[in-house]
């Protein structure tokens, strides 16, 4: 079992950054990859960026250049760091990680194994 946590969220105003971070507990060892996904009201559950077990990530269009997922192994932490925000990035950032590197490569498709509560980022202009 692996248990996920989102912290960090919060108010900002465009322009600005938050870092989001997800703590990792349990059979952390058995994970292949961890993602950040976001939620925004009345829409759809969508990927942000996927960190893979050998290092590699991948970020959706509209993250990229502006969010950087990351992970403390020392910590168990998978972070993402947002900067540059815009309103149309509120939404809820949750947390997921999956134990099958199949499943990891189709990541925007995956229903992943684990999820965490969800975190809010609230953008104002």
């Known amino acids: 079992q692996v248990q996920l946590e989102e912290s960090g969220g919060g108010s900002v105003q465009v322009g600005g950054a938050l870092r989001l971070s997800c703590a990792v507990s349990g059979n952390s060892a058995s994970i292949y990859c961890m993602a950040w996904f976001r939620q925004a009201p009345g829409k759809e559950r969508a990927g942000v960026a996927v960190s893979h077990h050998d290092g590699t990530s991948t970020y959706e269009d509209f993250a990229k250049g502006r969010f950087t997922i990351s992970k403390d192994n020392t910590k168990n932490t998978l972070y993402l760091q947002m900067n540059s925000l815009k309103p149309e990035d509120t939404a809820m950032y949750y947390c997921?990680?999956?134990?099958?590197?199949?499943?990891?490569?189709?990541?925007?498709?995956?229903?992943?194994?684990?999820w965490g509560q969800g975190t809010q980022v609230t953008v104002s202009s």
């Open positions: 997921a990680a999956d134990l099958n590197q199949l499943r990891c490569l189709r990541w925007r498709d995956t229903t992943f194994d684990y």
